[in-house]
């Protein structure tokens, strides 16, 4: 007979005293002495495998406390069997993540504007220069695109590569779709997309629906007029509701919109578009919180993304209008988002 004892320490639940290789790791194993009749040490060696595999394979709840002390009376206790859990192939299926940012409301021009302070960020920034966005523009809005400023803000965002496309085409600016009838919101969307066209020379084929209101009825004039409703898997809840409130906490916040995104993955409602699954989040450039914090934001997605544990794409942020604009076309067609109610 020979005792075999490790020293005792707590162990977060992580930790195994099995590597995902099957490579002991003594001095991470909990206290506790097993005493075999050992002839050699291959033998030893076999029935320590034979052993473990066995407790491992008989654990049928994974605790998700760490492993104390106290457990020594029940030596596995609270080990995950990783390897068994999660096949290493199931890893290396997940296609990275590629943020798409879209912006509504604006456009937020002049000299204090808040889309020119966004541009700039989304041009020039630390995490993945050069980033091309979506803006979802109020149109006509005498404030927005409906004025000379408002509409060289458009022809200075579509020129640094960006796209446009419609939030609302009425001088009234920011009606929900479901307000209006059938043929009013199919003026207004026709009317919007011209008053890009006349800017930018080019409007996405998509729309973001003032408010997120939509039904049936205002999903039929979209389809009607060749429009993908586009809505979004993250928001950063920066709306004139939520604005100051949520910026406090915006960190964590986007740590537990991702995770639903990661959700949304495991279970294949998300789909990749040419080898990168496109995550879109929801911004608005009106907030000059959100466009004074622009770069922090991009920071806060990159590392909510690692902290989900979910890979990124390089870049990991939407740099090429094109592959933008056929990402957005693609999600929309497909209407399946993370999120199932919007903010
Ligand atoms: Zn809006």
Redesign the pocket.
């Known amino acids: 007979m020979a005792a075999l004892c490790w020293g005792g320490k707590v162990l977060p639940r992580a930790d195994l005293w099995l590597t995902q290789t099957g490579d002991a790791r003594p001095e991470a194993a909990p206290s506790f002495c097993m005493r075999l009749p050992v002839a050699s040490p291959s033998s030893l060696l076999r029935r320590l495998t034979i052993a473990a595999v066995t407790a491992l394979l008989a654990l049928p709840a994974l605790a998700e406390e760490p492993v104390t002390v106290a457990d020594i009376g029940e030596p596995f206790a609270g080990a995950r069997p990783v390897s068994l859990e999660k096949a290493p192939d199931a890893a290396q299926e997940r296609s990275p993540i590629r943020f798409l940012l879209t912006f ?2 604006g456009p937020d021009s002049g000299p204090d504007g808040s889309t020119p302070v966004i541009l700039r960020q989304l041009a020039d920034n630390p995490v993945a220069p050069g980033i091309k966005a979506i803006f ?1 523009v ?1 149109t006509a809005h005498p404030r927005r695109g409906g004025g000379p400023a408002g509409q060289a803000q458009m022809r200075d965002t579509c020129a640094a590569g960006h796209l446009l496309a419609v ?2 085409g009425l001088p009234e600016g ?1 009606v929900p779709h479901t307000r209006l009838t059938p043929e009013k919101l199919a003026d207004s969307l026709r009317s919007g997309e011209a008053d890009i066209v006349a800017q930018c020379g080019h409007v996405a084929l998509v729309v ?1 629906p ?3 209101a939509h039904n049936d009825t205002t999903e039929a004039v979209y389809r009607q007029l060749g429009l993908g409703m586009l809505m979004a898997d993250a928001s950063a809840r920066d ?1 004139k509701i939520y604005g100051w409130h949520i910026s406090l906490r915006r960190r964590s916040h986007m740590v537990s919109e991702l995770e639903r995104v990661g959700r949304a993955m495991a279970t294949h409602r998300l789909e990749p578009v040419d080898g990168v699954v496109p995550v879109v989040v929801a911004f ?1 450039d009106t907030n000059d919180f959100t466009a004074s914090h622009m770069t922090e934001y991009l920071q806060i997605l990159v590392d909510a993304a690692r902290e989900n544990g979910l890979p990124l794409a390089d870049p990991p942020f939407y740099t090429d209008t094109g592959a933008l604009e056929h990402a957005a076309v693609v999600r929309a067609a497909a209407g399946v988002y993370a999120r199932e109610s919007w903010p």
């Open positions: 509504d409301d979802f109020l939030h609302s920011h973001r003032p408010d997120w709306g608005h």
